[in-house]
């Protein structure tokens, strides 16, 4: 079946510090991968997404790059904000008639200190 | 637009009780479905729906039923509440896949 495995965490930085959160992926075809962001009380919302192999999503500083070669979608963004703190979900939607379906990570609780 | 609204956004129940988790979307998606998110497990699929009239088995459906008689709404029904279906729980809407999928802000339920 379908699977995604993303870092654990709690991760926590400094403002202005680089961030990676890493997401590999298990899934026949050619599933489309996502990055869910939840700040804290509320829903998840989506941050960014990709469809097909070497596209690149990117949102509000953040980037992930569809790479299927290593099965990874890895959430990167150069310089992290107080604001950023939240929990960060990859998943993925896979092709094919079930295609609708989110299968998710656990989860990666980012913290950023000023 | 509201865009997908739940509720209650909080519910305490007894074991063995009953109760509706309600959903509504007003974006005119045929595709509505329900997650439920426990600590350290991620979100995991309930039910899912593609249209009116049309439901499925997510990958935990044991406990839950729901139905689909209208485009906009999507209730998720707790037959016998059990202490293990204590989670918080989102609605979800999209227009297909690889669409982006709206969610709902929750519903944390407790089973004493």
Redesign the interface.
Known sequence: GNS?TQMEGPVTLSEEAFLTINCTYTATGYP?LFW?VQYPG?????LL?A?KADDKGSNKGFEATYRKETTSFHLEKGSVQVSDSAVY?CAL?ASGGS?????????TLLTVNP | NAG?TQTPKFQVLKTGQSMTLQCAQDMNHE?M?W?RQDP??????IH?S?GAGITDQ?EVPNGYNVSRSTTEDFPLRLLSAAPSQTSVY?C?S?A???D???????TRLTVL
């Open positions: 995604v489309s869910y509320e829903g998840l919302q989506l997404k469809t979900f939607s295609n609708y379906k989110l299968t998710f990570g656990k989860g | 997908v595709y479905s997650y350290g497990m991620g979100l995991r699929l899912y593609v997510g989102f979800a999209g297909g896949a690889p982006t999928q709206y969610f709902g802000p929750g």
